[in-house]
Structures are given as structure tokens and as C-alpha cells.
């Protein structure tokens, strides 16, 4: 058999992707952003996705069969993000996967977004690893998940359980005057800043939390940490160094996911590592995961930061997938979830 041509559509959040997969080969990853609409409200707003989804949606599908060269029809199948994402969001991508399969007389998919993050690191890389170990790391999400095969399932092995990273970098740009979203800023103004210049805390890693969140991840506390520091240093009329803050909350943040992730991979055995979602951008996340796992013998797989961020690409890797591997499609009533449990890869 061919390698399954497939067109996928994510809109969970504030970007309407639509990418086209030729197996793990990627022909087109088309996205329009809203994100410069949620920006004056320093973060996404449903109503306002759902509507710029609405608007983009064909523009962008257009925009992908062009690029790869291909009519809709030639297509072997139509995969979207059934969840998890805003509900509003995630519907407008559903109905337009539904309207695209219904047409053509093609099979429909309805997969999880998170395990999309991680098929799409077979568009760079090849085949993954099984098993591998997954971390997610995101605005919504920062997860531990053990793959033995991505079409299949997931076994969650650890999550966070209040901010997620993405969220907490957001709040802090915010508390520093950058502008939203807050990732790639403070990824920038950490540059130039002192990693140790303030020691804020490192959320769950205390022997007692270990005992009851070994995997899991807490960025709530830091938040507020940065917060108050700042606050202090306004209170009493100092500047505040924005890079050394920065480059110190940074710090803190990639510390906490690459020590749990390898302290997970070490417990269940596993020497492949793949970090995808969002966050999966920042440079020092990369390079301190990379440093830390080569002296432990364990190898790190990143998708570019192009693919990090929500595409389309990355539901038509996870699609094409499940083409390949022979998975049932979804029916024509599939439902958008707003919760969906990574467990559940295919509705």
C-alpha cells in the first residue's frame, strides 16, 4: 500500500492549521493565527477563536492543497483535533472535517490533539521510538505520557495540577511588561539575563511531594513567587531587571520538566525522550534537556519550532498513522471534546 495521503485540520486554540502528510513525508502546514486579536487581552478568547476559525477555515484549506500541489479529492483520508481545546474552537474544525469527509466520500478521524503532539516528531525524525516518553508542555498542558504506540493509546504518567508551563510563562511576561504570547519573549529577554540571579522555587520537588507527585508538575507557586518579587521591587521604587527575572523564572521552569521527564524515563526504562507542545520552542528547555539526558545515555527527540506550536501538520502525521496502521475511522456523529482524556487517541 501507498503511504496514506492525508489532510489534517486543528483549530483547539487561537491557530486554524491544516497540514497534508504523504506518509511521514509533510507537503503542506498551513496556519492562520488570531492571536494578535486575543493579544490586547493578554490571552485567548473563545469567542473571538471561534469566530477567526469560522473566517480562515477554507481560505487556509485552499492555502494547504496549493502548496502541496493537490486536489481534495486525492486525498485518502480527513483527520481533525476532536479535543482537548476550546469547546467553540474545536467545533468549528470538527463541522468543517465532517463537511470535507461527507463530500468526498473519504474516512474521517477524530484524534486527540496531545497525541498529535507527538506523532508529528515522525515528519522530522522518522518512525518513534516503542516505547518512548512523551513530554507535552504547552499553555494548557504539561504532561508525562508513555507511547508504545501512538494510534493506540497513551498511559498518562504524570500532569500538571494547577498552571501549565505555556500558562505560567504568559503570566509572568505579563507581570514584565512583554507582550503575550509570553514564551518566546521570555525566551528572548532571558538571554541576556542571569540564570541564578534569583532563586525561585521549583514546584513538587521536595521529598514530601515526591512521595505523593513524583511526575507531576505545579508552576502556580512560582508564578507568584515572580510576582511578589517584582511587586517588591516596585514597592520600594527599584527597576526591575527584566532580563536577570526572565532568564531566573526560565530557569526554574526547565529545570523542574527536563529533572522529572529523565527521572521518568530513567523509572520505566525508556531512552528515547520526545518533547513537543508549545514550550517545546524554547531554546533553553532544548539545550538543558539535550545536556542532561547525553550524560545519562538517553536520547531526545524535538520536532523544529515550527512544528512545536499547534499546526495542522501535526493531526495529519497522527492521522496518516492511523491509516497506515489500519485504525477504524471515526463516524459522522463525532463529537467535539473539550476534555478529551489523553487516553482516549481516537473517537
Same mark, same amino acid.
Given at each position: 500500500m501507498d503511504a496514506p495521503l492525508v489532510l489534517g485540520i486543528e483549530t483547539s486554540c487561537d491557530e486554524t492549521g491544516v497540514g497534508i502528510v504523504r506518509g511521514h513525508e509533510l507537503l503542506a502546514d498551513a496556519v492562520a493565527s488570531s492571536v494578535d486579536e486575543h493579544a490586547r487581552f493578554g490571552g485567548v478568547v473563545p469567542?473571538?477563536?471561534?469566530?477567526?476559525?469560522? *473566517?480562515?477555515?477554507?481560505? %487556509? #484549506?485552499?492555502? &494547504?492543497?496549493?502548496? +502541496?500541489?493537490?486536489?481534495?479529492?486525492?486525498?485518502?483520508?480527513?483527520?481533525?483535533?476532536?479535543?482537548?481545546?476550546?469547546?467553540g474552537a474545536l467545533l468549528v474544525g470538527v463541522a468543517a472535517a465532517k463537511a470535507l469527509a461527507l463530500g468526498l466520500g473519504k474516512p474521517l478521524y477524530g484524534v486527540n490533539h496531545l497525541a498529535s503532539h507527538v506523532a508529528v516528531d515522525q515528519l522530522e525524525h522518522g518512525p518513534l521510538p516503542e516505547p518512548c516518553l512523551a513530554m507535552l508542555v504547552s499553555g494548557g498542558h504539561s504532561s508525562l505520557l508513555r507511547v508504545e504506540d501512538v494510534t493506540v493509546g497513551v *498511559?498518562?504518567?504524570?500532569? %500538571? #495540577?494547577?498552571? &501549565?508551563?505555556?500558562? +505560567?510563562?504568559?503570566k509572568v511576561a505579563r507581570l514584565l511588561g512583554l507582550p503575550f504570547p509570553g514564551g518566546p519573549h521570555i525566551d528572548r529577554a532571558a538571554r541576556e539575563g542571569d540564570t541564578v540571579a534569583i532563586d525561585f522555587p521549583r514546584g513538587l520537588t521536595s521529598r514530601r511531594d515526591l512521595e505523593r507527585h513524583r511526575f507531576d508538575f505545579s508552576f502556580s507557586g512560582l508564578k507568584t513567587a515572580v510576582a511578589r518579587w517584582v511587586e517588591m521591587r516596585e514597592r520600594t521604587g527599584e527597576p526591575v531587571p527584566v532580563a536577570d527575572v526572565a532568564a531566573s523564572f526560565q530557569?526554574?521552569?526547565?529545570?523542574?520538566?527536563?529533572?522529572?521527564?529523565?527521572? &521518568?524515563a530513567r523509572d520505566q526504562g525508556i531512552e528515547d525522550l520526545l518533547i513537543g507542545g508549545g514550550v517545546a520552542a524554547n531554546s533553553r528547555l532544548r539545550a538543558l534537556a539535550e545536556e542532561r539526558a547525553s550524560s545519562m545515555g538517553i536520547r531526545v527527540r524535538v520536532p523544529r519550532p515550527g512544528l512545536c506550536t499547534d499546526n495542522g501538520a501535526m493531526v495529519a502525521a497522527l492521522g496518516a498513522e492511523m491509516v497506515a496502521r489500519g485504525r477504524r475511522p471515526s463516524s459522522l456523529d463525532l463529537p467535539a471534546d473539550s476534555s478529551q482524556p489523553v487516553t482516549e487517541v481516537l473517537v
Open positions: 469567542e473571538v477563536a471561534s469566530r477567526a476559525h469560522l *473566517e480562515a477555515m477554507v481560505p %487556509t #484549506i485552499e492555502r &494547504a492543497c496549493d502548496t +502541496a500541489g493537490i486536489s481534495p479529492h486525492d486525498v485518502d483520508a480527513i483527520s481533525v483535533t476532536s479535543g482537548p481545546g476550546l469547546a *498511559e498518562p504518567l504524570g500532569s %500538571t #495540577i494547577d498552571d &501549565a508551563a505555556g500558562e +505560567a510563562f504568559d530557569e526554574a521552569v526547565c529545570d523542574v520538566l527536563t529533572r522529572k521527564a529523565l527521572d &521518568a
